[in-house]
């Protein structure tokens, strides 16, 4: 009763948005003006005052609100988008829309349906890129934002309706993005069984065995059992977040390559690749502590190729199940974050209050692989009590090494 409760108060609210009265105050609303609960109050207020309908006011200001959250993901483009709460959630960004829209257009595709479409963002992309689109979206009220956000382009079409039952006649290449957080009975979690999601990947499977260029985003934790033989599989991280694994089939999967790494960061894109002809995970080697100590992306882990960054690399890892490696040397590669080790303590909670207090630190970053420990808890422990005049700096890496835990302090390269 609750969702469709929830469900109800978003269509009302998005009727009210689409007023005349509701579509003309949103244009005048900056969402900076709604950066904060107070700032949004008092817009509230003075929207009051100058004789706005209650309820056209609530709309107005949860969508400004959702355009300020936006901003994130898109820029100064958020402001002249609709979202929806899932919507936003679950949005791809921009620039990695992009490069999904980049593939279809490399594999010659000429007509894309983006099944699970949500509010639209992949869409648009691939509409940019010059492609025909059909977005498809099964819920009403999304289906409308969709609507909105892709009337500028005439080479896009919107259905309502679900992924399994579109018509894909005409249509060469398949873009879909399953849901993922809610499952058959109906339970909001995130879930990482492949036949849990909708569409389940029988479904992608079934598109791709009729001839369909078919590309597919997942979230980063998918296992790899249960990957087909027959998909690319790409992590993507984002400055330094991994935010979603596509699987890409038929003329969309890059001949030779089973997986790889993508790693944005300021400086752009960089990839990490692994033969088809190399799929079997290579143990990778693992020897004593050195000079420097070695993080690599999120991506580099999830996708099992830190084997593959330290041939590129050298160097060795700490444990053969903790992701740190180290190296004699200090190296440069977008594939790992760097730290020149400073000292090693053991992992004892008391000796590293004392550590914290004779050092004067007032700042503390925590990182930690294999140790059953909250980064945020900690520091809260080994700065109690620090006095104010505590200005210095320190970094610690936690780790397990066999049976020991220990703590690395590092400086960042």
Do not use: C
């Given at each position: 009763m609750a969702q469709a409760s929830n469900d109800s108060t978003l269509n009302e609210q998005f009727a009210a948005l689409l007023s005349a009265d509701g579509w003309s105050l949103l244009s005048t609303i900056d969402p900076s003006m709604v950066a904060t609960k107070d700032a949004a109050w008092t817009l509230n207020e003075k929207l009051r005052k100058d004789g706005h309908d209650a309820q056209v006011i609530r709309a107005v200001i949860a969508q400004a609100e959702l355009r300020y959250r936006a901003r994130v993901k898109f820029g100064p483009f958020a402001d002249s988008l609709v979202f929806t709460p899932a919507g936003l959630e679950q949005a791809t960004r921009l620039t990695i829309a992009g490069l999904h829209a980049r593939r279809f257009t490399s594999a010659g595709c000429t007509h894309v349906a983006d099944l699970g479409c949500g509010i639209g963002t992949d869409s648009i992309a691939l509409a940019s890129a010059g492609l025909q689109v059909t977005a498809v979206e099964k819920d009403e009220t999304t289906a409308?934002?969709?609507?909105?956000?892709?009337?500028?382009?005439?080479?896009?079409?919107?259905v309502h309706g679900s992924a399994e039952e579109t018509d894909l006649t005409g249509i060469d290449g398949v873009w879909l993005d399953p849901a993922r957080r809610t499952d058959q009975a109906g339970n909001t979690r995130r879930l990482f069984d492949p036949e849990a999601f909708s569409p389940p990947l029988s479904f992608v499977e079934k598109l791709v065995d009729e001839g369909k260029d078919v590309g597919v985003k997942l979230g980063p934790g998918l296992p790899h059992d249960a990957i087909p033989d027959t998909a690319e599989a790409v992590w993507i991280s984002d400055h330094g977040s991994v935010i979603e694994a596509c699987l890409w089939f038929g003329r969309l999967r890059r001949e030779g390559i089973a997986r790889a790494a993508l790693v944005i960061d300021k400086d752009g894109a960089h990839e990490l690749t692994n033969p088809v002809t190399a799929q079997a995970d290579v143990p990778a080697p693992v020897g004593e502590l050195q000079e420097h100590v070695y993080e690599p992306d999120g991506a580099v882990i999830r996708s099992h190729l830190i084997s593959t960054l330290l041939e590129s690399t050298g160097g060795h890892l700490l444990d053969e199940h903790i992701a740190y490696f180290?190296?004699?040397?200090?190296?440069?590669?977008?594939?790992?974050?760097?730290?020149?080790?400073?000292?090693?303590?053991?992992?004892?909670?008391?000796?590293?209050?004392?550590?914290?207090?004779?050092?004067?630190?007032?700042?503390?970053?925590?990182k930690k692989r294999g140790v059953d420990v909250t980064p945020e808890e900690l520091r809260r422990i080994l700065l109690a009590g620090s006095p104010k005049s505590a200005k210095n700096k320190a970094t610690l890496m936690?780790?397990?090494?066999?049976?020991?835990?220990?703590?690395?302090?590092?400086?960042?390269?």
């Open positions: 409308a934002a969709t609507t909105l956000n892709l009337m500028p382009f005439e080479n896009a079409k919107v180290t190296h004699a040397q200090q190296i440069s590669t977008p594939f790992a974050r760097g730290y020149k080790v400073v000292a090693v303590h053991d992992y004892n909670v008391k000796k590293l209050r004392s550590w914290v207090k004779t050092n004067g630190i007032g700042t503390l970053d925590i936690l780790a397990r090494i066999g049976d020991k835990r220990v703590a690395f302090e590092v400086q960042p390269h």
